[in-house]
């Protein structure tokens, strides 16, 4: 978890201390919000265990010239060779789009139980504010799902590490 350094409004104040307070770090918006998904997400795969495969919809956000295509076949891909299965449906939102229905789409299908997750490349696919973002987070969560993303991803070159 990466931390930042607390502003001093945050910190108690204590006038009869004779040194200064000491430097307190707390949780960057990002790194808790990271927190909460991969929570979630292994909660999720907790819960499943072996008893059965983890089934996933890939969800992508068509924006900067992605190619989705390509991505849509590499979480595929990568999604199977954990022997996960992967649904015959894939949610992808047109970029530069000011709403995003496949993405409430995605969450939908998996809030009734089609999938117990959704795949995409990273974070910023996923189209919210960070309060929006950790609502859908906590809803997947009530529901037994999650939201994966593929970790250090470099779209230019096409590599990147596993959830």
Do not use: K
Not at 1 to 22: C, I, K, N, V
């Amino acid at each position: 978890m990466r931390y930042r350094q607390a502003d001093p409004r945050e910190l108690e104040f204590r006038p009869w201390l004779t040194r200064a307070p000491e430097v307190r770090l707390v949780p960057t918006a990002e790194s808790r919000l990271e927190s909460v998904r991969r929570t979630c997400y292994a909660d999720v795969l907790d819960r499943i265990g072996g008893s059965r495969p983890v089934r996933v919809a890939i969800y992508l956000r068509a924006a900067g010239g992605l190619d989705t295509d390509y991505w849509g076949h590499t979480l595929a891909t990568l999604a199977t060779a954990r022997g996960w299965r992967v649904s015959g449906r894939r949610f992808t939102d047109a970029a530069g789009a000011s709403f995003f229905p496949e993405f409430e789409s995605a969450c939908q299908y998996a809030r009734q139980g089609y999938v117990d997750g959704i795949l995409t490349i990273r974070r910023t696919s996923v189209p919210l504010d960070d309060e929006t973002y950790e609502d859908r987070v906590n809803r997947l969560r009530e529901h037994t799902t999650f939201l994966a993303f593929l970790q250090q991803v470099d779209p230019t070159s096409g590599g990147g590490a596993a959830w």
